[in-house]
Every structure is written in C-alpha cells, then in structure tokens.
C-alpha cells in the first residue's frame, strides 16, 4: 500500500495501547492491571460534537465524552482494551464499538469514551 501525500499528517496523535491483565491471586478478582502492548502508535482521536452527555449513576454524575479513534490497519486489538493519550492533555479512552474496517485492509477505527465526574470540581 502506498501512502497519499497529507495521509500521515491525518494522525494527529500518539496513543498507547493497553491490554487488562487478571490478578490471579485468591482475594484478587476485581483488581487486575493494564500492561503496554507495544510501543506507542500514530492515531488520529476526533471528538464527537458536544452534547448533553451526561448520566447519574449511583448517584454520581458521569459524565462521557465520546470520541472516534482511527490508525493504520491491524488485526491485534479487541474490545477489552484500551487506549491512553498524554498529550496534549491526559485522557484514558474505554473501547465501546469496533474494530471497524476501513478501505481495504488500510484503516481500523474505534468508538472511545473516556469518563470525568459532571459539574463544579471545586
């Protein structure tokens, strides 16, 4: 596959990707890790249009923020995992939909959302 003029300039980011790892320990379940899969790749992260977004759980506010991530054609990824972004602001963004494919085995792309608590934080 050739790569267009401009096509690497369309991933804007660098996100790591992150597998869960059980803890196989007895009084573990629930406490599990996340470990590196690789190094960090080119992405392209585009936010979804603001909305009103936001839920009441157990009487929290969540709030999402959802977003569409899309790299260069691989075949390793699945929904369990996850992807974190560090710059230019943190962000750790849940897989809610895909892989999809795009073109003919040239491009993969996800539905992330990531999480904060809604409202004043002072």
């Given at each position: 596959?050739?790569?267009?003029k401009g096509r690497s300039?369309?991933?804007?980011r660098r996100i790591?990707?992150?597998r869960p790892v059980a803890d196989t320990t007895f009084d573990g379940a629930g406490s599990g890790e996340w470990e590196a899969v690789g190094r960090p790749?080119?992405?392209s992260v585009v936010?979804?249009?603001?909305?009103?977004?936001?839920?009441l759980a157990d009487g929290i506010?969540?709030?999402?923020?959802p977003a569409r991530v899309r790299m260069r054609f691989r075949t390793d990824l699945d929904a369990s995992m996850r992807f974190v972004m560090t710059k230019?602001?943190?962000?750790?963004?849940?897989?809610?939909?895909?892989?999809a494919e795009v073109g003919v085995r040239e491009e993969v792309e996800f539905m992330v959302e990531d999480y904060s608590s809604a409202g004043n934080a002072a």
């Open positions: 596959m050739t790569v267009g300039s369309r991933y804007n790591q990707i992150e790749i080119a992405a936010d979804a249009l603001p909305s009103r977004s936001e839920k506010n969540i709030a999402t923020r230019p602001f943190p962000r750790v963004m849940q897989i809610i939909a895909g892989p």
